[in-house]
């Protein structure tokens, strides 16, 4: 599986959108991106993923660029309940999809 | 509450004694994972069932791990005599087989070994 490289940490202030870059740049044609957050003391929790098309749901974005080497996670108003490390993982959609590689992460706060 | 749970949450055990944690997954699920996760680092893959059937087991499971799903259920991971490297948070995740991203973990069992 491509390799992921996320910045170790980044502050954001509450009400602002949160842009979380991920480079991929080894990533291949059917490897997808996963983002995953994990709050203090919990399990990581699943956010978003995608292919090569931008995708949204009630969480996040995400885009790709078009290269698709590397990518990035908007949270488009931040609270501070999205204080968390997030995780950018890419993975090809096998048999055993579930075997996920968590780098870091990147450690993101949102301030008051 | 019908996510992923894990019993127990907490373990402070003493080198050398035999641990065992338990993981009930989403009811319907049919695949389950652990993972490992020490501090400051992001979970590492240990194993997967799918139903009744170990499919894969990670390196870092060494001989002293064992990991059961006895009716496709529940399952538990057993550590014998731990050692202080053993002292981590362990997870467990379950998906449906044919979905295509989203594991759902659990809070986690953090074992302690003094």
């Known amino acids: 599986d491509a390799k992921t490289t996320q910045p170790p940490s980044m502050d954001c202030a509450e009400g602002r959108a949160a842009n979380l870059p991920c480079n991929h740049s080894t990533i291949s044609g059917n490897e997808y991106v996963y983002w995953y957050r994990q709050i203090h003391s919990q399990g990581p929790q699943y956010i978003i993923h995608?292919?090569?098309n931008n995708e949204t749901n009630e969480m996040a974005s995400l885009i790709i660029t078009e290269d698709r080497k590397s990518s990035t996670l908007i949270l488009p108003h931040a609270t501070l309940r999205d204080t968390a490390v997030y995780y950018c993982?890419?993975?090809?959609?096998?048999?055993?999809?579930?075997?996920?590689?968590f780098g870091a992460g990147t450690q993101v706060v949102v301030t008051p | 509450d019908t996510g992923v749970s894990q019993d127990p949450r907490h373990k402070i055990t003493k080198r050398g004694q035999n641990v065992t944690f338990r993981c009930d997954p989403i009811?319907?699920?049919?695949?389950l994972y652990w993972y490992r996760q020490t501090l400051g680092q992001g979970p590492e893959f240990l194993t997967y069932f799918q139903n009744e059937a170990q499919l894969e087991k990670s390196r870092l499971l060494s001989d002293r791990f064992s990991a059961e799903r006895p009716k496709g259920s529940f399952s538990t991971l057993e550590i014998q005599r731990t050692e202080q490297g053993d002292s981590a948070m362990y997870l467990c995740?379950?998906?449906?087989?044919?979905?295509?991203?989203?594991?759902?973990f659990g809070e986690g069992s953090r074992l302690t070994v003094l």
């Open positions: 995740a379950s998906s449906l087989m044919g979905s295509t991203g989203e594991l759902f």
């Open positions: 993982i890419v993975r090809v959609l096998t048999d055993s999809w579930g075997k996920l590689q």
């Open positions: 995608g292919l090569k």
């Open positions: 009811s319907e699920h049919n695949r």
